[in-house]
Nanobody, 127 residues
Framework: QVQLVESGGGLVQAGGSLRLSCAAS????????MGWFRQAPGKEREFLVV????????NYADSVKDRFTISRDNAKNTVYLQMNSLKPEDTAVYYC????????????????????WGQGTQVTVSS
């Protein structure tokens, strides 16, 4: 099992950008698909995007496809989420998660299919 630590969250004004990082340790990073999720107070955890172990496949939620970009650097055991054109409704705790291998695109959008989660990083977007 890998261990995950998110960083890069903070306060940003509407229309601004943030780049989140998720650093992994443990088993070989390239064997894990990596997803980003977020959870706002009173709401269920929401799938954002997933990337395959080698970086060749991605799947984005429709709501963020034009604004957020996932990438990974397997040499650094790190996955990134570039977030542009941020809106107040993007305010949430953002989590990265790891799944050994790959199931289906549908399954990779469901939190229960992931093996390991980071501690989360707060993103707050002001009006």
């Amino acid at each position: 099992q890998v261990q995950l630590v998110e960083s890069g969250g903070g306060l940003v004004q509407a229309g601004g950008s943030l780049r989140l990082s998720c650093a992994a340790s443990g088993r070989t990073f390239s064997n894990y698909a990596m997803g980003w999720f977020r959870q706002a107070p009173g709401k269920e955890r929401e799938f954002l995007v997933v990337i395959s172990g080698g970086g060749g496949s991605t799947n984005y939620a429709d709501s963020v496809k034009d604004r957020f970009t996932i990438s990974r650097d397997n040499a650094k055991n790190t996955v990134y989420l570039q977030m542009n054109s941020l809106k107040p409704e993007d305010t949430a705790v953002y989590y990265c998660a790891a799944r050994f291998g790959w199931q289906t695109r549908q399954a990779m959008g469901v939190p229960r299919w992931y093996d390991v989660w980071g501690q989360g990083t707060q993103v707050t977007v002001s009006s």
